[in-house]
């Protein structure tokens, strides 16, 4: 596709974007158009022209990459190196990765009662909303961190639910994250992170899901990502949940699991979950308060997860 035809297809979404009236329409059919000019200015014969333009890409939010996406293809093979320099600029730094935080919202009463209420609640919520993909068959568990790759076969990600339950070992918080994919292994790309605080009144029943969720997730349907898990035990025994996988020859096609007690990931085995598309936000999750997120463990934000080692699955 030439440089005239991708600026000519930007100008008409943003078009598109005035025309549909819609709250934060203007704003993105302004930046947009700003993306559309600075890459036009990539591509210019005046190296401080192009270095200017570069140098702004790569300082924009998050919420530009998919519209860099489309340059992705073109047929300019410089402005293409260009675009997936500043894609990755964009995505691998720690201060832009979009971070939720949760700790369960469990409410007054007896937790035995409690428990069984958010099982309803969750199962209801679970029937309304879109599952774009999930594996959920599985009889054995294990402990620890671990990554699982898929192919998420929707446009959006509002929502992942981990086969992942309290161990009723230590309390602490949990993480997971949503990466790109690099030669079969979970890449640097951190494109969405969410945390989540079980303590002793956390609702999950054993051998049930927790939601992870995450607003305003784009993917491609048809790319490999990974869901990489970490947790951070406050006490002794090091374990916060159990998770729930497959270990049988009839596992997940589209993906594989790395594990803690594997060197590299392996492809009979899948850990237990769900991506869902829509639905809105799930049950029995409120925003941490700043004086919950104090007892968030200091991390590397760009940190690989403790499973990962240096090779990946084969293709």
């Not at 340059?71 to 300019?76: F, G, M, Q, R, S």
């Not at 919520?125 to 402990?143: D, E, H, I």
């Not at 494109?191 to 009144?201: G, N, P, Q, S, Y």
């Amino acid at each position: 596709m030439t440089v005239f035809r991708m600026i000519l297809v930007l100008c008409v979404l943003a078009t598109m974007c005035r025309a549909a009236g819609e709250d934060g329409a203007a704003a993105k059919a302004a930046d947009t158009n700003r993306v559309a000019a600075l890459i036009k200015q990539l591509a210019a014969g005046d190296f401080k022209t192009r270095s200017a333009a570069e140098k702004e890409l790569a300082a924009c939010p998050r919420s530009v990459v998919p519209v860099l996406r489309a340059w992705e293809n073109t047929d300019a093979p410089e402005l293409q190196v260009s675009i997936r320099n500043i894609i990755r600029a964009i995505l691998t730094d720690p201060n832009r990765i979009a971070t939720a935080y949760y700790v369960f919202d469990t409410g007054s009463g007896d937790l035995s009662a409690r428990k069984t209420k958010w099982a309803a609640s969750a199962e209801e919520w679970r029937g309304k909303a879109t599952v774009a993909v999930a594996f959920t068959n599985g009889r054995s568990s294990t402990a620890g961190s671990f990554a699982q790759s898929f192919v998420p076969h929707c446009n959006e990600i509002q929502t992942v639910e981990l086969g992942v339950y309290p161990a009723s070992f230590d309390q602490g918080w949990t993480r997971l994250d949503v990466r790109e994919d690099e030669e079969g292994r979970p890449a640097p790309l951190v494109l969405a992170r969410c945390w989540i605080l079980f303590d002793k009144e956390c609702p999950v029943l054993h051998g049930q899901w927790t939601p992870f969720a995450f607003p305003d997730l784009t993917v491609d349907p048809a790319r490999k990502y990974w869901l990489c898990y970490s947790e951070y035990p406050t006490g002794e025994h090091r374990a916060i949940v159990n998770y729930k996988l497959n270990m049988e020859q009839d596992g997940y096609a589209e993906g594989g699991l790395w594990r803690a007690s594997n060197s590299s990931p392996s492809a009979q085995e899948d850990a237990l979950f769900r991506v869902l598309s829509n639905g809105g936000p799930p049950p029995g999750l409120r925003a941490a308060t700043d004086e919950e997120r104090k007892s968030l463990p200091k991390v590397d934000p760009g940190e690989q997860p403790e499973c990962v080692g240096t090779t990946g699955l084969p293709e």
